[in-house]
């Protein structure tokens, strides 16, 4: 059983496109994020949100717009796609507890944006 | 501003060698320090947590120093296989619902026969 997954895998497109970005967890934890992995590698947080509630929201352009219907789920949309937002956008959850929290990380969505 | 500073260079080492991988940080007073391991085309798996008022932490060959006092942690590998091959991640955190994690660069480790 999958307990972070994303959709899709992979992703194609054209500049100035909008597309979508899928993320479900079946871990029931009440946190989840979007993070952004550039080519160097680096893992920068980009959203958090707890209980369907945004509550980390980085300095990301306004392009990107996340969306949590339920717990379970976190969308990402990204309008008017550039070329510098090719990365690989990963999802992750976590259960918010006093110390603890560990990220559960979903395989990751590879964009490429021509 | 808050910066983690792991080595950008691959660590290569023998198989059965300790690896030891740094991570330095700055700026920061984090109540807790994670290790993630991540092989390529795939994302960060998590391996240790060690909190700030924890010296020293173990899970079978994996060994993890903080020491907040350097703002440094080590991460130690004992007895290196190739499969332990992969890049290692740390990061930082802080409790609390708005908390994040904040990652260094990653460390890439290669373990030869």
């Known amino acids: 059983d999958t307990a972070v997954s994303q959709t899709p895998k992979y992703l194609v497109t054209q500049m100035g496109n909008d597309k979508s970005i899928k993320c479900e967890q079946n871990?029931?934890?009440?946190?989840m994020y979007w993070y952004k992995q550039d080519s160097k590698k680096f893992l920068k947080i980009m959203f958090s949100?707890?209980?369907?509630?945004?509550?980390i929201n980085e300095t990301v352009p306004n392009r990107f717009s996340p969306k949590s219907p339920d717990k379970a789920h976190l969308n990402l949309h990204i309008n008017s796609l550039e070329l510098g937002d090719s990365a690989v956008y990963f999802c992750?959850?976590?259960?918010?507890?006093?110390?603890?929290?560990?990220?559960?990380f979903g395989p990751g969505t590879r964009l490429l944006v021509l | 501003s808050q910066k983690i500073e792991q080595n950008s260079e691959a660590l290569n080492i023998q198989e059965g060698k300790t690896a030891t991988l740094t991570c330095n940080y700055t700026?920061?007073?984090?109540?807790?320090l994670q290790w993630y391991r991540q092989d390529p085309g795939r994302g960060p798996v998590f391996l240790l947590l060690?909190?700030?008022?924890?010296k020293e932490k173990r899970k079978e060959r994996l060994k993890v120093t903080f020491d907040t006092t350097l703002k440094q942690s080590l991460f130690h590998i004992t007895a290196s296989q190739p499969a332990d091959s992969a890049t290692y991640l740390c990061?930082?955190?802080?409790?609390?619902?708005?908390?994040?994690?904040?990652f260094g660069t990653g460390t890439r480790l290669q373990v030869t026969l």
């Open positions: 700026n920061y007073s984090p109540a807790y």
């Open positions: 060690i909190r700030e008022n924890e």
């Open positions: 990061a930082l955190g802080n409790t609390g619902t708005a908390s994040k994690l904040t």
């Open positions: 871990l029931g934890h009440d946190t």
């Open positions: 949100y707890n209980n369907k509630e945004l509550i």
């Open positions: 992750a959850s976590s259960q918010v507890v006093t110390v603890q929290e560990t990220q559960y």
